[in-house]
């Protein structure tokens, strides 16, 4: 089994923190800063008769300029040509404006979207429901999987629900 594997989501969720725990090097770049991670960056992962090729897109954001509208239609354009979706968010956040509008861009995108929780080792377990019900009435997604990306905690249930999509 083989596919493409796209990881969205707003900035400083994690979605570099992810890839780089999957593929057990630093191949994203990293930083606490915003839109680091400018292009889309292959990363492999092969194990288990499945190959999974990651892409971390550049994050679908509010407009805010001429590039940031480039980097939305890149990251849009993606999402039809993979897969599977893994949408990634701050569970200790919680759900905000930045993710309601990711979650409006997906509104007709056919690929399986997995909602991945990240952060988990942030919140307290009973508040994980709560956060589940809430993101649940902003699209129908085919699976939902807490993580800490950090400490790669479920990260391996992540994969093989990635898995059942190639
Ligand atoms: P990106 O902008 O979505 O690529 O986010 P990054 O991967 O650059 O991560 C942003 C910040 O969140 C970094 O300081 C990470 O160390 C931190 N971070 C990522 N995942 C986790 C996690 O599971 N737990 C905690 N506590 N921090 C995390
Ligand atoms: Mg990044």
Redesign the pocket.
């Known amino acids: 089994k083989s596919g493409f594997v796209a990881i969205i989501?707003r900035?400083?969720?994690?979605?570099?923190?992810l890839m780089n725990q999957v593929i057990g090097q630093k191949i994203?770049i990293?930083?606490?800063k915003?839109q680091t991670?400018r292009n889309k960056i292959h990363g492999v992962y092969t194990a288990n008769n499945s190959q999974i090729v990651f892409l971390d897109t550049p994050g679908i954001h509010k407009r805010q300029s001429k590039l940031g509208d480039y980097m939305n239609q890149t990251a849009m354009s993606t999402l039809h040509e993979v897969e599977a979706v893994l949408f990634?968010v701050d569970a200790s956040e919680g759900l905000g404006g930045g993710d309601r509008f990711i979650a409006e861009q997906l509104s007709g995108v056919k690929t399986p979207v997995i909602l991945v929780l990240?952060?988990i080792?942030?919140i307290e377990p009973e508040a994980l429901l709560p956060l589940i019900a809430q993101y649940n009435k902003l699209h129908e997604f085919a699976e939902i999987v807490p993580i800490?990306?950090?400490?790669g905690s479920n990260v391996n249930t992540l994969l093989d629900q990635v898995a059942k999509y190639l």
Do not use: C, E, H, R
């Open positions: 989501g900035p400083n969720v994690g979605k570099s923190t994203a990293m930083s606490d915003p991670t990634l990240n952060k080792d942030k800490s990306a950090k400490l």
